[in-house]
């Protein structure tokens, strides 16, 4: 029995080390291509769409950000669901900085479904003038050459949307640094191994750029309402619909503020679940990313089998090295490093995919959620306003 263990842990850390090396190549290739990227000459109109709820860090800066392109001919709506939403203020500061831009706030509290995020979208997307949509997160910070780069791969018809990866940058203390590692070091590089080795089905919502024609074709934005992965539920509407989506070569900032250990430990037991919900199979066998929690198992084993202290040792000293090139292969310009954090950071990992298979309820933005097999999500009632109620039973 002892030995089954020990083959079992070794086999399994032999698996983490396997993984470990190929996200390292898969990240210097990426970042490769991130530099050679194609760029469109800016003559295709877009409508640019930033749902809000609140404010971010940075927010002002954020914004801005969008509204600095080097680009041609765009639209952007931010949208927010309450007239007394506190960004507000900074998004109006915005539109009076860039009064030759054609920008617009949209309020409505327009529930079209559970997503409120995508009840938002929609209904800055009914004032939207142009048929390529490019929606991205309100944390979210790009460079001037971004809409160039999104909108490069719609010079081929087979593609119907496009999106891209993220980095994140740390604000704040050790709470907003652990939350950009897993970022960095979890999302980043379990999204470049599959993108090595099949198409692209997903969106991620860092950016989620779709043709309107191809929307509608699929369902629109009311097909989306009821899922809590909206991004990757738009890849699979718009992968079946028969169209392609291309992931750009190109990185934006996620800009990161976490208050606490809890709050961050509330969001990555979201993802984690919402990961679980659209791919139970795929989440399970990531569960070789934890590669030092994986080392301790096998040091363990090591020593139940009576070996000697360097046997023990050694898995766990490769998985920190290991990791530590990881971390660093993945960072990108402004990303946040601390090396110095990686034990805590992979405990916490453990913590929360042990936790995200017990249990269905989420957190966001204060919200309940319970999250259904196919991803589909009832709003917890104790967090729903009269109207939200009525509007969902309507």
């Known amino acids: 029995m002892t030995q089954t263990i020990f083959y079992i842990a ?64 765009y639209q952007v709506l931010f949208g927010v669901r309450s007239a007394i939403d506190p960004a507000i203020p900074f998004v109006r500061q915005v539109i009076e900085e860039f009064p030759d831009r054609d920008m617009e706030l949209v309020v409505s509290d327009r529930i079209i479904g559970p997503n409120y995020k995508i009840s938002n979208v929609a209904n800055m997307a009914e004032r939207a003038k142009h048929d390529i949509l490019v929606i991205s997160d309100s944390d979210m910070r790009v460079d001037p050459h971004y809409l160039k780069a999104v909108v490069a791969p719609f010079a081929r018809d087979e593609i119907g949307a496009a999106t891209c990866l993220y980095s994140g940058h740390a604000r704040g203390g050790i709470a907003s640094r ?107 066998a990531s569960a070789i990313t934890e590669i030092l929690p994986i ?43 601390s090396p110095w954090l990686i034990p805590i950071r992979d405990m916490l990992s453990l913590a929360v995919r042990i936790s995200s298979y017990f249990g269905r309820r989420v957190t966001w933005r204060e919200n309940a959620f319970t999250v259904m097999d196919d991803n589909r999500i009832e709003v917890a009632p104790d967090t729903m306003s009269a109207q939200e109620v009525s509007s969902q039973r309507a």
């Open 10 to 73: 070794f086999g399994l850390f032999a698996c983490s080390v396997g993984y470990v090396l190929v996200a390292v190549l898969r990240a210097l290739m990426f970042r490769r291509r991130v530099a050679n990227a194609p760029l469109a000459d800016g003559a295709t109109p877009v409508t640019v769409i930033k749902p809000i709820c609140g404010t971010e860090v940075e927010l002002l800066e954020n914004l801005r950000s969008f509204c600095s392109q080097d680009y041609g001919e």
């Open 178 to 284: 652990l939350a950009a590692m897993f970022v960095n070091d979890w999302f980043l590089p379990s999204a470049l191994i599959p993108e090595g080795l099949a198409e692209q089905k997903y969106c991620f919502g860092a950016t989620m750029a779709v043709r309107h024609r191809v929307l509608e074709e699929a369902g629109g934005f009311r097909a989306l309402a009821n899922f809590l992965a909206d991004d990757y539920m738009l890849g699979k509407f718009v992968t079946d619909c028969g169209y392609r989506i291309a992931l750009i070569p190109c990185i934006v900032a996620n800009v990161m503020h976490e208050r606490s250990i809890q709050s961050i430990f509330q969001h990555e037991l979201r993802w984690a679940r919402t990961i679980r919900s659209v791919q139970p199979v795929g989440y399970a």
């Open 295 to 337: 080392s301790i198992l096998a040091g363990i084993a090591a020593w139940m089998t009576g070996m000697s202290a360097g046997w023990v040792a050694a898995p766990i000293a490769l998985a920190l090295g290991l990791r530590v090139v990881l971390h660093r292969a993945v960072s990108t310009a402004g990303a946040t490093r």
